[in-house]
């Protein structure tokens, strides 16, 4: 289709899009954008030509080497790049009048964040975050039962895999569980001490860290790539309530005072509610509501200034880690 033909039809109302990085996560929104109703894959981008060639021909669309050979082509682009490339393709996009969906973690530091996302917002441009969680059913069954939480747990545990490892645990996996437990509680973030340290790879393969709101709530986030297991729970106290998010069992547990329970004398007392949710599809979810925030110019669900915010806080993290090292010596 020639450049005018895609142009009459992006203004007809199809949303024109594509993909840059279809590696192992980058493929996935590739499908997920090719399936999108009301839009139509252009093309995707990646400088392994094989690749890009083997993912365009299965989804029947066009293989580009650079992302900027999509630009006058397409309304909005999903990018799926290695983190160090995140702020030069996004900004491309964004100089160019082009929607974005980034992949997390947004930029690599936080001042480049902040950068795009005002550019985004000057722009009148929709920038969404790829902080997939916020999709997830666990956090759309546990988020409407949140109202004052006063203590968070986070635990986000897996075995070591080479992918991922271009940037530190802090924010390759810690990062998800940051952005949920800033989107649950309402207060800035006054203090920061965490722990960790590198063990298959050259930045942290485990962390650990406790977080200080200044409304007095305390969340204490444990995340690590090293381990023989996988486990992934959040557990949010809150007056009168308790509960307990496991997405190995797919259960929420909640545990509440009972109505008319003055005071808590024996079990009796005390609610129990056992709920299940289904694993979903949470990158569908994301990519919909990226189009659809793109096709109404809404405000997207996880916005440029969700994403700089969370990687605000992975840094001061990754800070700490570093001072108590430091403290330690281990350099």
Known sequence: MTGAAEAREGAGGTLRVGVVGVGHFGRYHAE??????GARLVAVADSDSPRAAEVAARLDTDALPDHRAL??????ASVAVPAAAHYEVVKDFLDAGIHVLVEKPFTERAATARELAALA???GLVLQVGLIERFSEAFRTVAPRI???VYVEAARISPFSPRGTDVSVVLDMMIHDIDIILALVDA?????????APVFSASEDI????????N????????SRVSPKTERTLRI???????KVDHGERSVRVARRKEGAEALTGPDDVALEHLRFEKGDPLQREIESFAHAVQTRGVPAVTGADGVRSLEVAHRITASIAENRARLDLD
């Open 147 to 149: 109202t004052r939480p």
């Open 32 to 37: 997920k954008m090719a399936a999108l109703e």
């Open 71 to 76: 630009i006058g082509r397409i309304d909005a």
């Open 207 to 214: 962390a650990n860290a406790r977080l200080k709101f200044a």
């Open 188 to 196: 800035p973030v006054a203090d920061i001490d965490a722990v960790g």
């Open 237 to 243: 106290f809150q007056p009168d309530v308790y509960l």
């Open 121 to 123: 917002e000057t722009r």
């Open 216 to 223: 007095g709530c305390v969340a204490n986030v444990t995340a």
